[in-house]
């Protein structure tokens, strides 16, 4: 991929100190790029900590459409003097180093094979402006100045921005447009501009919007009619249902009275939160968390309890790297396993993986009416790269003609036309017993234990009346094999060997895929997209000689699902892991598919 | 929840309520707790005061957690719906349920194991959410399922049944109760239905979390010489605060003129609840004289019970969460649903 880059195809990173105010400068060079018509992706690469940390952003540039993180990048940006030996390790050969010159060159950025452009952003800010505060954030605009030179982006896309940002505060609008101009006025008379890779307007974004996943599976949270929503703020899924509130401030206050349609609670914990969802769904509502590993760890008891007696909850879970705290800014999918059979007992649960925020909104959508259709929690396998940082999706739709599915829910009318309400009795064999609501009356009533229970809910710990109840269950999660998302297959002519992978892996496997057939490589791919595994799953499975599984967890543990409940040999699987806490890139791939097939005689 | 079915036969001349409902009507199953458990006279009393209330039994929820005391809710009410949830977590079920559904009647029972150990922050938070429920603790001093532990209520120097004696200070439910700001604090004990119904009749009637604290023996592992909890010793040692009666709005009757200082409190619902100090300068809508008189009662090893502390003019968890009057659940699905056209206008916003 080395030397691929020019003309909107390329990538450039940022490196700051967290908490000076590079976010908004690196949002607002990622949405100019993206109102140039041109495909990009950013990837916000942050500590987990207020202020004073290095940070990094890297924005990729890709006229064909590629969001994966960039395997190397072009440019760096380097303005923390902490991670200059880092930093300008990370330029390609022949790439460009831009660095603030108002001191003496650090000897760590002397690197032969790269250009190193000193502009003196601090002196600069500091003779412009008065106040501290100004001199610190404004720094970040002048540095989109001097890049807006560099790369050639629209100044009056820029300026657009910087007014709808900053249109009713005429003094800031003033000074961010000084420093723009600070940065982009010194990059013109001093270098060479445009670089040789740089940008130029296209028309490949207009069906398209920059947006994160925990926003998006908030907005479906909202579509799909969720009422309560109960949550302990942890990273990285806190925004989700701040997001929530967000949507739920704009649609769901009743304009006369400003009483709200919607109950948001913040629990004192984890557990809480789960109780709440789950005395929600079983009053009837649609009711959700937003948590992240260590939050589902928690919830675990809670989760049992409400498999066993048939209550829905739609549980969102946002992955970061464990076990324990881990690193909680970082990215991973190492909660597959504990999400599939979370709790003691017998349990197994729905699980579906949106791979972008698009498919957040769409899948958490879903969740709900798989949660209700089934009367069991449901996952939704967001992670932390999907969930915080913005991605190019097309943009969202909704049929107006939807309506929730509410699953099998007997009212005061139909309870007239039975003789006796039996909550667990599987009348129609797919292990799915109707269900009554609190209040409805009649012979409705049922009561709701964790203990041993018969299919009339009443207590019992006789042996076939507690095997018959656990192996409905079983027989209602089989069942949903074909009703939570349909694996993504496609193949390839000739194809050698097939790629399977899940989440937000899609981008880089995608484009590992077509690098791969570049070099003659011919591959099937497919991207699992729920749990339980349907059929098409296993016969892709079973298509293939041989596999890889590309995923980001130390122990290979969507492979470990499917031996286990496919019985697929781990001999023909063979791992691609990445566990690093970064999101994956296509040349991890490549480079793992290349090596493995040079070991493997053909 | 070990239960038993009690045959469906009525007594043709059994006394009948508004609802035209008898006391039969709202009993459930047949106990299986100990013979003479305190727990079943608290179960008689529900009974009692929801029938005097006249509540829907489909419009209420047995809420509880784990233990002896939450099976009490399989034993009263057999037409309500029921939840028995995990051990110590009942509050939180119960505020999403309410948050759910803000149209039924929330009663909770737990116990001393269940809220004032593994349960004590969702007991706690449950108090400061003001969730709109009665919350029973069913108080023995120790754990009966698991044959015999002190349980966090257990006073110093209590023994178990083995003579060993306690020596952890234990947790106060009203005190707790009092210093979170709880809106309704009561105390009675199973042994005394006269003080007990009217108690749990203004609970439920109370908007927001109304807790009552019931000394409730455990005959079994607690109703020794050396308990605080037992029979003997709670009858010895209970000391009247505030004697209630209470009259739901809607049925007259007339309270005897006994010359003694009366106080009338209207609860939200418009019921009434009359309040007799047995001492005649208890204030109980003040918080801070609640707090030392249940405070002085026990540095003189009597249990303060009665209507301790009630503020009707608090706030509940949906006056806090702002929602509308009609029920969560009850809310078409076009009144939550923004639409096509508005999710094309907020996509444009992400350009």
């Given at each position: 991929?080395?030397?691929?880059?020019?003309?909107?195809?390329?990538?450039?990173?940022?490196?700051?100190?967290?908490?000076?105010?590079?976010?908004?400068?690196?949002?607002?060079?990622?949405?100019?790029?993206?109102?140039?018509?041109?495909?990009?992706?950013?990837?916000?690469?942050?500590?987990?900590?207020?202020?004073?940390?290095?940070?990094?952003?890297?924005?990729?540039?890709?006229?064909?459409?590629?969001?994966?993180?960039?395997?190397?990048?072009?440019?760096?940006?380097?303005?923390?003097?902490?991670?200059?030996?880092?930093?300008?390790?990370?330029?390609?050969?022949?790439?460009?180093?831009?660095?603030?010159?108002?001191?003496?060159?650090?000897?760590?950025?002397?690197?032969?094979?790269?250009?190193?452009?000193?502009?003196?952003?601090?002196?600069?800010?500091?003779?412009?402006?008065?106040?501290?505060?100004?001199?610190?954030?404004?720094?970040?605009?002048?540095?989109?100045?001097?890049?807006?030179?560099?790369?050639?982006?629209?100044?009056?896309?820029?300026?657009?921005?910087?007014?709808?940002?900053?249109?009713?505060?005429?003094?800031?609008?003033?000074?961010?447009?000084?420093?723009?101009?600070?940065?982009?006025?010194?990059?013109?008379?001093?270098?060479?501009?445009?670089?040789?890779?740089?940008?130029?307007?296209?028309?490949?974004?207009?069906?398209?919007?920059?947006?994160?996943?925990?926003?998006?599976?908030?907005?479906?949270?909202?579509?799909?009619?969720?009422t309560v929503?109960?949550?302990?703020?942890?990273?990285?899924?806190?925004?989700?249902?701040?997001?929530?509130?967000?949507?739920?401030?704009?649609?769901r206050v009743d304009k006369e009275t400003g009483l709200h349609k919607y109950a948001i609670l913040?629990?004192?914990?984890?557990?809480?939160?789960?109780?709440i969802?789950?005395g929600a769904?079983w009053a009837g509502a649609?009711?959700?968390?937003?948590?992240?590993?260590?939050?589902?760890?928690?919830?675990?008891?809670?989760?049992?309890?409400?498999?066993?007696?048939?209550?829905?909850?739609?549980?969102?879970?946002?992955?970061?790297?464990?076990?324990?705290?881990?690193?909680?800014?970082?990215?991973?999918?190492?909660?597959?396993?504990?999400?599939?059979?979370?709790?003691?007992?017998?349990?197994?649960?729905?699980?579906?993986?949106?791979?972008?925020?698009?498919?957040?909104?769409?899948?958490?959508?879903?969740?709900?009416?798989?949660?209700?259709?089934?009367?069991?929690?449901?996952?939704?396998?967001?992670?932390?790269?999907?969930?915080?940082?913005?991605?190019?999706?097309?943009?969202?739709?909704?049929?107006?003609?939807?309506?929730?599915?509410?699953?099998?829910?007997?009212d005061a009318?139909?309870?007239?036309?039975?003789?006796?309400?039996?909550?667990?009795?599987?009348?129609?064999?797919?292990?799915?017993?109707?269900?009554t609501l609190p209040g409805v009356g009649g012979?409705g009533a049922?009561?709701?234990?964790?203990?041993?229970?018969?299919?009339?809910?009443?207590?019992?710990?006789?042996?076939?009346?507690?095997?018959?109840?656990?192996?409905?269950?079983?027989?209602?999660?089989?069942?949903?094999?074909?009703?939570?998302?349909?694996?993504?297959?496609?193949?390839?002519?000739?194809?050698?060997?097939?790629?399977?992978?899940?989440?937000?892996?899609?981008?880089?496997?995608?484009?590992?895929?077509?690098?791969?057939?570049?070099?003659?490589?011919?591959?099937?791919?497919?991207?699992?997209?729920?749990?339980?595994?349907?059929?098409?799953?296993?016969?892709?499975?079973?298509?293939?000689?041989?596999?890889?599984?590309?995923?980001?967890?130390?122990?290979?543990?969507?492979?470990?699902?499917?031996?286990?409940?496919?019985?697929?040999?781990?001999?023909?699987?063979?791992?691609?892991?990445?566990?690093?806490?970064?999101?994956?890139?296509?040349?991890?791939?490549?480079?793992?598919?290349?090596?493995?097939?040079?070991?493997?005689?053909? | 929840?070990?239960?038993?079915?009690?045959?469906?036969?009525k007594?043709?001349?059994a006394r009948t309520n508004g609802r035209g409902l008898t006391l039969r009507d709202y009993e459930g199953?047949?106990?299986?707790?100990?013979?003479?458990?305190?727990h079943?006279s608290v179960t008689a009393a529900l009974v009692q005061a929801a029938w005097e209330l006249e509540i829907e039994p489909h419009r209420a929820a047995k809420m509880s957690?784990?233990?002896?005391s939450?099976?009490t809710t399989a034993y009263f009410m057999k037409q309500s719906h029921g939840f028995?949830?995990?051990?110590?977590?009942m509050p939180s079920v119960t505020s999403g349920a309410a948050a759910a559904n803000k149209g039924l009647t929330y009663i909770g029972i737990s116990?001393?194991?269940?809220s004032?150990?593994?349960?004590?922050?969702q007991l706690s938070h449950a108090i400061r959410r003001n969730v709109n429920m009665l919350y029973v603790i069913e108080n023995?001093?120790?754990?009966?399922?698991?044959?015999?532990?002190?349980?966090?209520?257990?006073?110093?120097?209590?023994?178990?049944?083995?003579?060993?004696?306690?020596?952890?200070?234990?947790?106060?439910p009203v005190l707790l109760a009092l210093t979170l700001g709880c809106t309704f604090v009561a105390r009675s004990f199973s042994g005394d239905k006269q003080q007990l119904v009217p108690i749990l009749k203004a609970a439920i009637a109370h908007k927001g979390l109304a807790l009552v604290d019931v000394i409730s023996?455990?005959?079994?592992?607690?109703?020794?010489?050396?308990?605080?909890?037992?029979?003997?010793?709670?009858?010895?040692?209970e000391v009247e605060a505030v004697h209630a009666d209470f009259i739901p709005l809607k049925r007259e009757i007339t309270v005897p003129e006994t010359g003694e200082e009366v106080r009338v409190v209207e609860m939200h619902d418009g019921a009434r609840v009359r309040l007799r100090s047995t001492a005649t300068d208890y204030d109980p809508t003040n918080r801070e004289s609640a707090y030392a008189h249940v405070?002085?009662?026990?540095?003189?090893?009597?249990?303060a019970t009665g209507l301790l502390f009630v503020d009707e003019n608090g706030r509940d968890m949906h006056d806090y969460l702002k929602t509308v009057p009609t029920p969560l659940v009850d809310l078409p699905?076009?009144a939550?649903?923004?639409?096509?056209?508005?999710?094309?206008?907020?996509?444009?916003?992400?350009?």
């Amino acid at each position: 991929m080395s030397g691929k880059s020019g003309i909107n195809d390329f990538a450039f990173k940022m490196g700051t100190v967290n908490g000076t105010g590079s976010a908004s400068a690196n949002g607002l060079l990622m949405q100019a790029i993206f109102r140039m018509g041109i495909p990009v992706t950013g990837k916000n690469i942050f500590p987990s900590n207020i202020q004073g940390l290095p940070t990094w952003y890297e924005i990729r540039v890709s006229k064909d459409g590629y969001t994966a993180r960039p395997s190397e990048v072009d440019l760096v940006v380097a303005l923390n003097p902490a991670t200059y030996a880092k930093d300008v390790k990370t330029v390609r050969p022949g790439g460009y180093l831009v660095y603030d010159s108002t001191w003496p060159m650090d000897p760590d950025l002397v690197r032969e094979g790269i250009t190193i452009l000193g502009i003196p952003f601090g002196r600069m800010c500091v003779e412009t402006f008065e106040k501290d505060r100004d001199r610190t954030l404004l720094r970040n605009i002048a540095y989109a100045g001097a890049l807006a030179a560099l790369l050639k982006i629209d100044t009056a896309v820029i300026e657009a921005m910087l007014t709808e940002k900053f249109g009713k505060k005429p003094k800031l609008l003033a000074a961010n447009h000084t420093a723009f101009k600070l940065g982009y006025d010194y990059a013109m008379a001093h270098f060479q501009c445009p670089l040789p890779f740089h940008l130029e307007p296209m028309d490949r974004t207009g069906d398209s919007i920059l947006i994160d996943g925990n926003t998006a599976a908030a907005l479906g949270a909202v579509y799909a009619g969720a009422t309560v929503g109960a949550w302990y703020p942890i990273t990285p899924a806190t925004a989700l249902m701040e997001q929530f509130k967000g949507f739920c401030e704009k649609y769901r206050v009743d304009k006369e009275t400003g009483l709200h349609k919607y109950a948001i609670l913040q629990a004192e914990d984890e557990l809480a939160a789960a109780g709440i969802i789950i005395g929600a769904g079983w009053a009837g509502a649609r009711a959700f968390t937003n948590t992240s590993g260590p939050g589902i760890s928690l919830m675990q008891e809670f989760i049992g309890l409400a498999y066993y007696t048939d209550i829905p909850a739609v549980f969102i879970d946002v992955q970061r790297c464990g076990p324990a705290t881990g690193m909680p800014t970082r990215t991973q999918q190492a909660d597959l396993l504990s999400l599939a059979y979370a709790s003691h007992g017998d349990t197994k649960h729905l699980i579906v993986f949106p791979a972008d925020p698009r498919e957040c909104f769409e899948m958490t959508v879903q969740a709900f009416d798989l949660a209700e259709r089934f009367q069991t929690p449901v996952f939704v396998a967001s992670d932390l790269d999907i969930g915080m940082n913005d991605w190019m999706v097309k943009r969202f739709e909704w049929d107006d003609s939807y309506r929730p599915d509410r699953g099998k829910v007997l009212d005061a009318a139909d309870l007239e036309k039975i003789q006796r309400f039996s909550r667990y009795l599987d009348v129609d064999g797919d292990g799915i017993a109707a269900r009554t609501l609190p209040g409805v009356g009649g012979k409705g009533a049922y009561f709701v234990r964790g203990s041993g229970h018969d299919k009339h809910g009443q207590y019992t710990e006789d042996s076939d009346a507690y095997q018959e109840l656990v192996d409905r269950l079983k027989r209602k999660f089989e069942g949903a094999a074909e009703h939570v998302p349909a694996p993504i297959i496609s193949h390839q002519p000739g194809a050698e060997v097939g790629l399977v992978t899940i989440g937000g892996c899609e981008a880089a496997v995608h484009e590992a895929a077509d690098i791969l057939r570049a070099e003659g490589i011919h591959t099937d791919y497919m991207r699992i997209r729920g749990f339980p595994f349907s059929e098409e799953v296993r016969k892709f499975l079973g298509r293939h000689e041989h596999t890889f599984v590309i995923e980001q967890n130390r122990d290979a543990q969507l492979r470990s699902l499917v031996q286990i409940e496919l019985g697929v040999a781990r001999d023909a699987m063979t791992p691609i892991l990445d566990y690093s806490g970064m999101p994956l890139t296509a040349a991890t791939v490549v480079n793992a598919v290349k090596t493995h097939l040079a070991e493997v005689p053909a | 929840m070990t239960s038993i079915a009690k045959p469906p036969v009525k007594h043709p001349t059994a006394r009948t309520n508004g609802r035209g409902l008898t006391l039969r009507d709202y009993e459930g199953a047949m106990s299986t707790l100990c013979a003479g458990c305190g727990h079943d006279s608290v179960t008689a009393a529900l009974v009692q005061a929801a029938w005097e209330l006249e509540i829907e039994p489909h419009r209420a929820a047995k809420m509880s957690g784990i233990g002896c005391s939450s099976k009490t809710t399989a034993y009263f009410m057999k037409q309500s719906h029921g939840f028995n949830s995990v051990h110590g977590r009942m509050p939180s079920v119960t505020s999403g349920a309410a948050a759910a559904n803000k149209g039924l009647t929330y009663i909770g029972i737990s116990g001393d194991g269940d809220s004032l150990s593994i349960g004590l922050g969702q007991l706690s938070h449950a108090i400061r959410r003001n969730v709109n429920m009665l919350y029973v603790i069913e108080n023995n001093g120790v754990y009966g399922l698991t044959k015999g532990q002190f349980s966090a209520s257990a006073d110093i120097g209590s023994t178990s049944k083995k003579g060993e004696a306690n020596e952890q200070a234990p947790i106060d439910p009203v005190l707790l109760a009092l210093t979170l700001g709880c809106t309704f604090v009561a105390r009675s004990f199973s042994g005394d239905k006269q003080q007990l119904v009217p108690i749990l009749k203004a609970a439920i009637a109370h908007k927001g979390l109304a807790l009552v604290d019931v000394i409730s023996p455990c005959v079994s592992f607690n109703d020794h010489e050396g308990s605080t909890k037992s029979y003997a010793y709670t009858r010895e040692h209970e000391v009247e605060a505030v004697h209630a009666d209470f009259i739901p709005l809607k049925r007259e009757i007339t309270v005897p003129e006994t010359g003694e200082e009366v106080r009338v409190v209207e609860m939200h619902d418009g019921a009434r609840v009359r309040l007799r100090s047995t001492a005649t300068d208890y204030d109980p809508t003040n918080r801070e004289s609640a707090y030392a008189h249940v405070r002085a009662c026990q540095a003189r090893h009597e249990i303060a019970t009665g209507l301790l502390f009630v503020d009707e003019n608090g706030r509940d968890m949906h006056d806090y969460l702002k929602t509308v009057p009609t029920p969560l659940v009850d809310l078409p699905f076009e009144a939550l649903c923004p639409g096509k056209d508005a999710l094309g206008k907020l996509m444009d916003r992400y350009r």
